[in-house]
């Protein structure tokens, strides 16, 4: 009996979890994960920005998906917010022929317009994430719905799920494409959609992590509160962790658990956004 | 028989935990740390650099964080202040993954990429338009300052790539022998010989290693007297290919 509820967790738990995070991104709300209070280990040995260590959390609930357009246009609805990108036409996009970590500044570009308007909108696009928005732009959406951003260690608890390795599922990425969309082409010269997205895709559109967390590597690089102890006093630079779909293992490789981003605060990328954490 | 296969099983197991184990990390030395400080120094130009930087200074502060110098203090730039400009001050933001975290054994290795010495900003479209338009004049002030200041910083490095200034293939190779200290000049070096689809560069396994299919923005190859010649005599013959 016990084998047969074993066989049935083991079988139907991730379609469970599957379909509640579909509905979640139909129903536009968030569905959020519980990470249970604990000791963790985090980082890597050796690793400056992110050293091995053990770190607490009394617990937190955080987002299964990142943060999509549909939820980021309430705000903006509810507020009439103007975002970053809006204001200082500075939007940072990307097309393919460009060389590597090489990026368009775009004064069409902005959330409805990731990659600027001549790249298409958001229209057919709702339950993507939102992106090409800074930093301070997603602070305002937190506050605004009575949420926060992650800790630079509580998403790196949330994404190992368990795990200490490079990656949730230990430390060779082969496995990399079932669960993350990412840049797949030796470089940006030409367009790769081979995991079937060149930007973008749907949020939980890959397998999810083991507690539950969809696109924790990949899709966009999600912001995170935090600094780390290579940051200059005083500076105001502002860092986002997991990869995007631009990231590839020959350009970027921070689609894990290990690494962590830098960036200026009013930076807007089209590879950059966020998920939130209840407070 | 089946007590060989569970034995098999068990070792092969084992062998599965020891690949997973990732590699030895240690905290860099100091003359790596040193090494790494040195390959991202710029070279800070000395041509109307009081007027510039306090131009600079004047920029408003934006909340994006890019900070371009407005039309009406820079289109009245001689070229020379304009270079110094662009040599000391990019005007975007690099993107996230942009700064990679710090490398161990730094100064024992040649890099596939040279260091940043921007860090989070990078050239601007007009920035970038400016170098290659003015690609002569540009390869003629780095020659001048870098004969001053008889060293080549990272932003000077960047500009060639940039404006893919093959022709200074040999004063690059003549400041590296001046103290063989800035393994970035040799990067360099392959760069333009990449950049411009050298073949037998391209063929080369330093090329697989540092370039290739499984290559990324820390691939290196051992700094050792044996690479060393094999990139400055492949890159003269490369010069001599292009002179003609």
Redesign the interface.
């Known amino acids: 009996m016990s084998g047969f509820l074993t066989y049935c967790l083991q079988r139907f738990t991730p379609v469970l979890l599957l379909l509640a995070g579909v509905n979640a991104v139909n129903g536009q709300s968030q569905h959020f994960v519980h990470i249970p209070a604990g000791d963790y280990t985090l980082g890597k040995k050796g690793y400056i920005n992110n050293p091995l260590r053990t770190v607490h959390t009394n617990g937190f609930d955080i987002a299964a998906t990142e943060l999509t357009n549909a939820e980021f246009e309430k705000f903006v609805q509810a507020t009439g917010y103007v975002t970053d990108a809006e204001r200082n036409k500075s939007g940072q996009v990307f097309t393919p022929g460009l060389r590597e970590f090489r990026w368009l500044q775009d004064s069409t570009a902005c959330w409805r317009y990731p990659n600027g308007i001549s790249r298409g909108g958001i229209e057919n696009k709702m339950n993507h994430p939102v992106a090409t928005i800074s930093y301070r732009d997603a602070i305002a959406y937190c506050e605004w719905a009575g949420v926060r951003l992650p800790t630079l260690d509580e998403w790196e608890i949330a994404s190992r799920a368990g795990a200490s390795t490079t990656y949730f599922w230990g430390n060779d990425m082969p496995p990399l494409s079932t669960y993350a969309n990412i840049w797949h082409g030796r470089d940006h010269l030409q367009a790769d959609s081979s995991d079937g997205y060149m930007y973008t895709a749907p949020v939980a559109s890959f397998k999810p992590n083991p507690w539950g967390l969809y696109d924790i590597y990949g899709n966009v690089f999600e912001y995170c509160e935090g600094h780390l102890p290579t940051d200059k006093a005083g500076s105001r630079l502002v860092h986002a962790r997991g990869g995007s779909w631009w990231c590839s293992k020959n350009a970027c490789g921070f689609f894990n658990s290990v690494d962590i981003g830098s960036v200026k605060r009013g930076a807007s990328f089209s590879n950059l956004g966020f998920r939130v954490v209840k407070k | 028989m089946k007590y060989l296969m569970f034995v098999a099983a068990i070792l092969g197991c084992l062998r599965l935990s020891a690949?997973?184990?990732?590699p030895?990390?240690?905290?860099?030395s100091k003359s790596s740390l040193a090494y790494a400080e040195y390959r991202r120094k710029l070279t800070v130009p000395p041509y109307g650099l009081a007027k510039v930087k306090a131009l600079i200074d004047k920029i408003p502060y934006?909340?994006?964080?890019?900070s371009p110098m407005e039309n009406k203090d820079y289109l009245p730039l001689s070229l020379r202040e304009k270079f110094t400009y662009h040599m000391i001050h990019a005007e975007?933001?690099?993107?996230?993954?942009?700064?990679r975290?710090?490398i161990?054994d730094e100064d024992k290795k040649i890099f596939g990429q040279m260091a940043d010495g921007m860090e989070?900003?990078?050239w601007?479209?007009r920035q970038s338009k400016f170098l290659i338009s003015n690609r002569d004049s540009v390869m003629a002030l780095i020659k001048e300052s870098v004969n001053r200041s008889k060293r080549m910083g990272a932003n000077y490095k960047m500009a060639i790539v940039e404006i893919n200034g093959r022709e200074m293939i040999p004063f690059i190779i003549e400041t590296y022998n001046k103290d063989q200290k800035d393994r970035d000049l040799l990067t360099l070096l392959m760069l333009l010989m990449k950049n411009n689809e050298y073949n037998p560069f391209m063929v080369s396994q330093s090329y697989r290693k540092l370039y290739g299919?499984?290559?990324?923005?820390q691939s290196y190859i051992d700094y050792n007297k044996g690479n060393e010649d094999l990139i400055i005599k492949r890159a003269t013959d490369y010069y001599n290919t292009i002179r003609k």
């Open positions: 690949q997973e184990e990732p030895e990390w240690k905290n860099p934006k909340e994006d964080d890019s975007i933001s690099a993107q996230n993954c942009d700064v975290p710090p161990q989070e900003s990078v601007s479209d299919d499984n290559a990324d923005y």
